[in-house]
């Protein structure tokens, strides 16, 4: 059943009944409008009518059965946990019609992904590492609490006013857990998923790696490898290379950020300055 629904995604969200714009759930919350149905739960921007504040409503699709619940459950509790100024507060959770759903704090701003794709902002290396160091600021608080995300990408890191905020808590799970593989899960989702920190490390390599591809112009048709495409100092290439498990791995995040930090000083620029979602950064 649970592979026929994969294969028929039509089907699936008949069976899934999201809610509609202008339906109310849990007798105050209104749903504004459907934001994404995911791998097990679909998000709703709506209203809280009792505080009159925007949240996200997040419930189980019902295809996806137990496991559904069980990891919206989980990613209420990590929210629970995780009480930070740039991460979404969890305002509420409930069981309504056997469905648990989660509400938390609406972030009203634009992902990394948007303005790379939609804005067409650019990244210097001075700015992408900048950039680095603001969300690593967060992680750290992430990984101080024995918490890695797991699934830092660019559509989960929004700006709002100048600030950083890391969304989407769905996989994030305690350092040290044991992780449950398939004998044919590839390498990449192995260092991806890694209840570890430097899974987050792996992660934000990548994410870095799509910064400074925002302002690369490709010169020829022949595919070539990061370093030999992106003109990088030696200490940025480093970095990276340790993040992306190239070189021996970065085991805490103190050691990286300290990198960074001095990558950045070398630069002028050791403070985290917070940019106002400029178009070119
Ligand atoms: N707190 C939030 N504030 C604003 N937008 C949010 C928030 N949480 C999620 N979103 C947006 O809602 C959409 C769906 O989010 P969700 O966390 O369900 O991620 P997903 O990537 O679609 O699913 P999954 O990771 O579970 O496969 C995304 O576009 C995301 O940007």
């Known amino acids: 059943m649970k592979r026929f629904m994969e294969r028929h995604p039509l089907v699936a969200r008949w069976f899934d009944r999201p809610h509609r714009s202008g339906e109310i759930v849990h007798r105050r919350y209104e749903v504004i409008e459907e934001l994404g149905m995911g791998s097990y739960g679909i998000a709703y ?30 990613e209420a509790e990590m929210l629970a946990r995780l009480r930070h100024p740039q991460i979404p507060m969890l305002h509420d959770r409930f069981v309504e019609r056997g469905q648990p759903y989660l509400v938390m704090e609406y972030i009203d701003g634009e992902t990394v992904e948007d303005h790379i794709f939609h804005r067409g902002v650019t990244y210097t290396e001075r700015t992408a590492f900048r950039l680095l160091l603001d969300v690593l600021d967060v992680v750290r608080f992430i990984h101080a609490l024995g918490i890695v ?15 950083v905020f890391v969304i989407d808590f769905g996989l994030a799970c305690y350092i040290g857990e044991s992780a449950q593989w398939r004998d044919d899960d590839p390498l990449e989702k ?29 010169t020829s048709e022949e595919e070539k490898s990061w370093e030999e495409e992106l003109d990088l100092s030696p200490k940025a290439r480093a970095i990276l290379r340790k993040m992306l498990q190239l070189d021996a791995p970065y085991d805490h995040i103190n050691e990286l950020m300290m990198d960074v930090n001095r990558l950045l000083a070398e630069r002028g620029q050791a403070q985290t300055v917070k940019a106002e979602n400029p178009t070119s950064i």
């Open 190 to 218: 192995r260092l991806r998923r890694e209840p570890h920190p430097r899974s987050d490390f792996y992660a934000l390599g990548h994410f870095t790696l799509f910064l400074l591809y925002s302002a690369y112009e490709p």
């Open 45 to 74: 921007k709506g209203r809280d009518h009792d505080t009159g504040r925007l949240v996200v409503i997040k419930q189980a699709r019902r295809t996806k059965g137990e496991d559904g619940r069980r990891l919206l459950q989980r």
């Open 149 to 163: 995300h797991r699934d830092l990408r660019i559509p989960n890191i929004i700006w709002r006013g100048g600030t």
